[in-house]
């Protein structure tokens, strides 16, 4: 099983909202990551968090502030967001490269948010 | 630095064509990873494989084949008599991981277009 889920699939805000996004995973992997993806660009490394800590932050504006309660749930919080924000949030997830010799991410089907 | 290059930007075949994605590579590190994603218009970013630098081994999965060529820093991907599903944007990406630090370098995509 390589899946990774995300909620919610769409969501649309306000300047003024606070909302979450979530990603699940249950296949056992030490890392997670949150990216944005633009439309029509690669995605945008965000967040890393290896075995429960965040281990990088690509200087992201603090309205994103990630969380990872346990080894399989990852949010996303979101405060006072802007327009341009509006993107594909993708979450993935991998195994231990130094355990396993592997290092792929396996990407959940995103988060298509709009801010308005 | 690293960098990924995929000079395609958008290909488009007939059905049943043969294709080749092509994708060329930067990196100083002599232990690295390649990987191929592809993306259809769902969003999901699927896995399609992965190569370690020390293994050239060419490889085919199916109507998939892979040429990891070390000597000139690339690793294309071809797809035997596509197919409509075939359709998607495809990403050529490398991981490095140095000092507890770790990315995944995407290129810019290649977006192709199978016609029935």
């Given amino acids: ?116 | 630095a690293q960098k990924v290059t995929q000079a395609q930007t958008e290909i488009s075949v007939v059905e049943k064509e043969d294709v080749t994605l092509d994708c060329v590579y930067e990196t100083r590190d002599t232990t690295y990873y390649l990987f191929w994603y592809k993306q259809p218009p769902s969003g999901e970013l699927v896995f399609l494989i992965r190569r370690n630098s020390f293994d050239e081994q060419n490889e085919i999965s199916g109507r998939y084949s892979w040429n990891f060529q070390k000597s000139t820093s690339s690793f294309n991907f071809t797809i035997t008599a596509s197919q409509v599903v075939d359709s998607a944007v495809y990403f050529c990406a490398l991981y490095i991981f140095r000092g507890g630090s770790e990315k995944l370098v995407f290129g810019k995509g290649t977006k192709l277009t199978v016609n029935p």
């Fill in chain 1, 1 to 116: 099983d390589t899946e990774v889920t995300q909620t919610p699939k769409h969501l649309v805000m306000g300047m003024t909202n606070k909302k979450s996004l979530k990603c699940e995973q249950h296949m056992g992997h030490r890392a997670m990551y949150w990216y944005k993806q633009k439309a029509k660009k690669p995605p945008e490394l965000m967040f890393v968090y290896s075995y429960e800590k965040l281990s990088i932050n690509e200087s992201v504006p603090s309205r994103f502030s990630p969380e990872c309660p346990n080894s399989s749930l990852l949010n996303l919080h979101l405060h006072a967001l802007q327009p341009e924000d509006s993107a594909l949030y993708l979450c993935a997830s991998s195994q231990d490269l130094i355990e396993t010799g592997t290092a792929e991410q396996y990407f959940g089907p995103g988060t298509r948010l709009t801010v308005t």
